[in-house]
């Protein structure tokens, strides 16, 4: 079945390391998305790339960096400059033309807590 | 970014009754989209709407584009238990842009 798979579910970090969280489709989505959700709030973007080797910042990049070397893979490193960095981070996807491109499809997320 | 103003922030039902929400925004939005995110899980996509004023039925959700293209209307017939969940709605300023999300509704069912 295609989707999105994230990795880990849950991630402890201790302050001051960098943690990356895994974010793989198999949809053969061109665009790729990186939300930060915590309690009460909306998602907030942070990255989004539309194509490979290509992506830009969203609404709250700080702190955050991303890659997009293949299209199926945009990995999420989350560094030591990101002063709360607790949350539930969501990977999604779309398509970049046509119908499909107004959809958002989402992964089960990752939960990082930072003791 | 956009805001998006969701209401209401939480709702308590009895089973069997009726559900609505609403989303507003400042800004024309081209697609509406309403999700359902269940505990810990990735929210799942439950109606797109692409055309202002279109009406779109999913079971028993229905859910509108509104008229002003700066709203939407999302509607749950007799609630069910498993309904529970956290409801967004996201708008789109236009295919290819990044979409913009509410702040949630909480919805819990007593049975």
Known sequence: DGGITQSPKYLFRKEGQNVTLSCEQNLNHDAMYWYRQDPGQGLRLIYYSQIVNDFQKGDIAEGYSVSREKKESFPLTVTSAQKNPTAFYLCASSYTGGAGANVLTFGAGSRLTVL | ?111
């Open chain 2, 1 to 111: 970014g956009q805001q998006l103003n969701q209401s209401p922030q939480s709702m308590f039902i009895q089973e069997g009754e009726d559900v609505s929400m609403n989303c507003t925004s400042s800004s024309i939005f081209n697609t509406w989209l309403w999700y359902k995110q269940d505990p810990g899980e990735g929210p799942v996509l439950l109606i797109a709407l692409y055309k202002a004023g279109e009406l779109t039925s999913n079971g028993r959700l229905t859910a509108q584009f509104g008229i002003t293209r700066k709203d939407s209307f999302l509607n749950i017939s007799a609630s069910i238990p498993s309904d529970v969940g956290i409801y967004f709605c996201a708008g789109q300023l236009g295919t290819g842009n990044q979409f913009y999300f509410g702040t949630g509704t909480s919805l819990t069912v007593i049975p």
